[in-house]
C-alpha cells in the first residue's frame, strides 16, 4: 500500500530471555497522527526504538518506505526520521537556533540554512532563537526539539511521552504545537494521555505485555470498548469523568 512509510511484520524482541515485542505487524500510514497507548512495560519505547532503528530485532521486518531499515545509513534514516525524547533535561551549552541547525547535519547543513528559520517559525521558538536552551521551560524545549527535527526535514516524527514533566499549561502549549504540525510529517507519539490520543489522533496502536492489542482508527478504538479491554472499568469511568491519564 502506497500510503504506508513504516511496514513492521512479525517483529520480535528479546531481552536477556524476556519477550518484549512477539509478533508485532503494524504500518504507519503517511500523514497520520498515531497514538501508541498501553500499560507500563507493554513495549511502547521499544517499538519506538524498532521504527527508529536503533533497537536491533531478533525476528520478523522492518521496512521504511519499501526499503529494510538495515539497508539504511544513519545519516540517510535521519532524513526519514526524527526522535524527540521525553524531556530534553540535560545541560544543553548551545542556544535555540544552533541546536536546531544541528538538524541539518544529515544534510552537510547549518543553522544558516531557510530549513532552521523555517522550523522556528512554525514551532514558535524564533523570538528565543539567541537563548541558551538550558535557559528555555520544559515546554520550549519540547518545541525546540520538535522544530529541529522539522530542520532534519525527516517525513516522521517520533515522540516518546512528550508531555511528561510538563505542567497543564506547558502541555497544551505541546500539543497545539504537535497539531499544527505541517502535513508532510508522519507523527508518532508514545503516550499515557488518552483524552489527548482520543481527541488529537487519527490512529490509535494499543500495546500489551508486548503484542499488538488493537490497531485502528482513534475513533474506533475509543467507541468500541478498547480502553476498557486494555486499562479496566475504573479508567473508563475516570475518563467518562473528564480527568486525564496523565
Ligand atoms: N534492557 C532490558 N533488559 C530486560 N528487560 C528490558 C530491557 N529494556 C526494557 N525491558 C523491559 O521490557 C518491557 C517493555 O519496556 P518498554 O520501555 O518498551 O515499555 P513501555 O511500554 O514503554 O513502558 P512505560 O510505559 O513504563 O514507559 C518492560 O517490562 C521493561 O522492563
Redesign the pocket.
Known sequence: MSDVVVCCRSVVVR??N?L?LNEVDFDLRAGAHTAII????????????VILGTQEIQGGTVEVGGVGINDYSRKELAKKMAYVPQLLAAEVAYSVEEFIGMGRYAHGGSAADPEVAEAMALMQVDAFAKRRVSSLSGGERQRVCIAAGLAQRAGILLL??PLAHLDPAQRLDVQSAIAGLPEWVTVVV?T?DLVWAQQRFQRVLA?DS?AVFADEKSSDFFSEGGVEGLFGGAVVEHLNGGGNEA
Open positions: 531481552k536477556r524476556k518484549l498501553g500499560p507500563n512495560g507493554a513495549g511502547k519505547t521499544t517499538l519506538l526504538r516518546d511521552e508514545v499515557h500495546l508486548g
